[in-house]
C-alpha cells in the first residue's frame, strides 16, 4: 500500500474529528439529539408540531459553516472530481439507501460507534466495504 | 414564558452544533470530496485522514454517550432521544452496503453536501438537490408500502368480523 504523504494532514484530521465530536456530544447532552444527518432530515419529510425548527436550525448551522470560516481564514480547495450525471445517480442513491438503512456516515459512522451500537457497526462496515470497492471498480477496473 | 425561552435555546445550541459540526468537517478536509476518495482508494495513493477524523470523533462520542445513556432527560430537560432498535435486519445491511456504492461514486455524503452549498458549489448543490430527491422518493415507497399494509390488516379484520 503507496501512503500519499504529501496530502495527509493528521493535525487537522485530528483537530476536525474532536469538533465533529463535541458538535455530536453537544447535541445529545443539550438537545438529548443524535447528530445524524439522515435522521435530522428525514424527519422534515413528515414534519411534526414543535419537531422542526431545531432540524433546520442544525442543517442551518451545517451551511453556515464555511461562511464562518471565511470570516476568519481563507477557505480550503474543494475539488470534485464526478460529472454532473455521476453526482446525480450519486445523489439519488445517497437519498435512498441513507432513509432506508436508517442512517449514514455522521449517524451510523460517529455516533452509533461511539454509543457501541451493533447495528451502527455493521452498516458502517457495510458501506466502507461497498465505499472501497466501489472505488476500486470506478479508479481502477473501469479507469474512468 | 419559560417554555419559550427553552426552545429558544434549544433552537440556538443546534444551530451551534450544526456549525461546530461544519466547521470541524472543513478543518479535517473531509468536505472536499477529493480527500474523501483518496482515503477510499486502497489501491491508489492512500489518504489516512478519514480514519484519524473518524477514531478521534469517536473518542470525544464514546465519552460523551456514556453520560447521555445514564440520562432520561437532556440538560436542556428535553427528551434524552437515543435509539433503542437493535434488530440487524435487511434493511440495515442493504442500506448500508448501497450507501456506500452510492458515496464511493462522489465522495460525497449527507453532511458534506450541506457544507459545499455553503462553499456555493453548483456540483454540490447537484449532488444534495438530488439527494433529497431520493429521501423524498423514499418517503413515498414507505408511504405507499405503509397504505398497502393497512389495507391487507384492515381486509383480514373485516373477514374475521363477518366469520364471527
Redesign the interface.
Known amino acids: ?4 504523504w504529501n ?4 493535525w ?24 445524524g ?2 435522521g435530522i ?2 424527519g422534515l ?2 414534519p411534526q408540531r ?1 419537531d422542526i ?3 433546520v ?13 471565511a470570516t476568519v481564514n481563507t ?8 460529472s ?1 450525471g ?21 449517524g ?12 451502527s457497526i ?15 471498480i ?3 477496473v473501469l479507469a474512468i | 414564558m419559560k417554555k419559550n425561552l427553552g ?1 429558544i ?27 474523501v ?2 482515503f ?11 480514519a ?14 456514556s ?3 445514564k440520562h432520561t ?4 430537560g ?6 433503542t ?4 435486519d435487511q ?21 458534506p ?7 456555493g ?1 453548483i ?2 448543490a ?14 413515498l415507497i414507505e408511504s405507499y408500502r405503509n397504505l398497502e399494509k393497512s389495507k391487507t390488516s384492515a381486509a383480514i379484520t373485516n373477514a374475521k368480523k363477518s366469520e364471527s
Open positions: 500500500m503507496l501512503i500519499d496530502n495527509f494532514t493528521p487537522s484530521a485530528i483537530s476536525g474529528g474532536v469538533m465533529l465530536g463535541i458538535a455530536s456530544a453537544l447535541f445529545i447532552l443539550l438537545n438529548g439529539r443524535i447528530a444527518i439522515c432530515l428525514g419529510y413528515r414543535n425548527g431545531w432540524r436550525a442544525f442543517i442551518i448551522g451545517l451551511i453556515l459553516a464555511p461562511l464562518a470560516w477557505l480550503p480547495n474543494i475539488n470534485i472530481e464526478a454532473n455521476l453526482l446525480a445517480i450519486s445523489g439519488l442513491i445517497v437519498g435512498i439507501s441513507t432513509r432506508y438503512g436508517s442512517g449514514c456516515t455522521s451510523h459512522g460517529v455516533c452509533g460507534i461511539s454509543r457501541l451500537s451493533p447495528r455493521i452498516a458502517t462496515l457495510a458501506f466502507m466495504g461497498t465505499g472501497f470497492l466501489t472505488v476500486f470506478v479508479r481502477h | 426552545q435555546y434549544s433552537l440556538f445550541f443546534s444551530a451551534l452544533a450544526g456549525l461546530i459540526f461544519g466547521l470541524g468537517l472543513v478543518l479535517a478536509g473531509m468536505a472536499n470530496p477529493a480527500k476518495l483518496a477510499l482508494d486502497l489501491a491508489g495513493l492512500w489518504n489516512p485522514s478519514l484519524i477524523v473518524m477514531g478521534s470523533a469517536i473518542c470525544i462520542g464514546l465519552v460523551a454517550f453520560i447521555a445513556k432527560r437532556s440538560l436542556l428535553l427528551p434524552m432521544n437515543l435509539p432498535s437493535r434488530i440487524i434493511r440495515l445491511v442493504l442500506g448500508g452496503l448501497a450507501f456506500g456504492v452510492g458515496w464511493g461514486l462522489s465522495g460525497i455524503c449527507p453532511a453536501a450541506f457544507v459545499l452549498l455553503g462553499f458549489s456540483k454540490g447537484i449532488f444534495l438537490g438530488f439527494m433529497l430527491i431520493g429521501m423524498g422518493i423514499y418517503e
